[in-house]
Structures are given as structure tokens and as C-alpha cells.
């Protein structure tokens, strides 16, 4: 059974930093891209960042330069390092799995394209 656990959410106040892990049991990463999606209050669910097999990554436009997800195969652990966080970014945030073998350049997963996914960590960012 799989199971994915986030953690590392919390409160800053904008300009800060956190980092966002996902502990995975029952899956390893070495497989298929995995990655992280936000949702806010009233929005819909959207892709922050994924990784593939390879390690090719992508990005949306709102956290390039401020965002780097990055997983320790070893550890079977993914991980989001926030930096310049802005009020904007407030979500809870969700670890995915289970998705696309390969990333195309031309296509951003959606969430229906992961199988797997954790309960969620909040992050909230205050100005």
C-alpha cells in the first residue's frame, strides 16, 4: 500500500523560506515523476513543480526562481524548497506520485495524471 506523508509546512511571513518533504513508503521514486500541487480556498488544484526518472523538472511561471523540487532516491523522499515565499503561495500543499515516466517540455501534468497522493501540509504566508 502506498503511502505518501508530507511534512515542513507552517507560517511565515513573506520573504521567507520553508522546505516541503514527502516521505514515501510502498513506492519508490525511481520510477515515475512525482511532484507538488497547491490548492487555495476556492481554487482549483494546481501543479506547482514536477520531477521526472531523470531528474528533468518543471516548473509553473508563479514560483520559477523561487521554487526547486528535488528527491533523495536513497531516502525515498521528495522535497520543495521555497524561497521568497509571497501571501500568493498560501495553500495547502499536496505531494503527488505515480505520475508520467518522462516529462514533456511542451506539457505540465495535471493531477489526474498521478495516482498517488498525500494528505496534505498547509503553508500560509502573511505580509
Known amino acids: 500500500q502506498v503511502q505518501l506523508v508530507e511534512s515542513g509546512g507552517g507560517s511565515v511571513q513573506s520573504g521567507g523560506s520553508l522546505r516541503l518533504s514527502c516521505a514515501a513508503s510502498g513506492y519508490t521514486y525511481r520510477e515515475y515523476s512525482t511532484g507538488w500541487f497547491r490548492q487555495a480556498p476556492g481554487k482549483e488544484r494546481e501543479g506547482v513543480a514536477v520531477?521526472?526518472?531523470?531528474?528533468?523538472?518543471r516548473y509553473t511561471d508563479s514560483v520559477k526562481g523561487r521554487f526547486t523540487i528535488s528527491q533523495d532516491k536513497a531516502k525515498n523522499t521528495l522535497y520543495l524548497q521555497m524561497n521568497s515565499l509571497k501571501p500568493e503561495d498560501t495553500a495547502m500543499y499536496y505531494c503527488a506520485a505515480g505520475g508520467p515516466v518522462y516529462i514533456s517540455r511542451a506539457y505540465f501534468p495535471a493531477a489526474n495524471d498521478f495516482s498517488y497522493w498525500g494528505q496534505g501540509t498547509q503553508v500560509t504566508v502573511s505580509s
Open positions: 520531477i521526472d526518472r531523470n531528474g528533468g523538472t
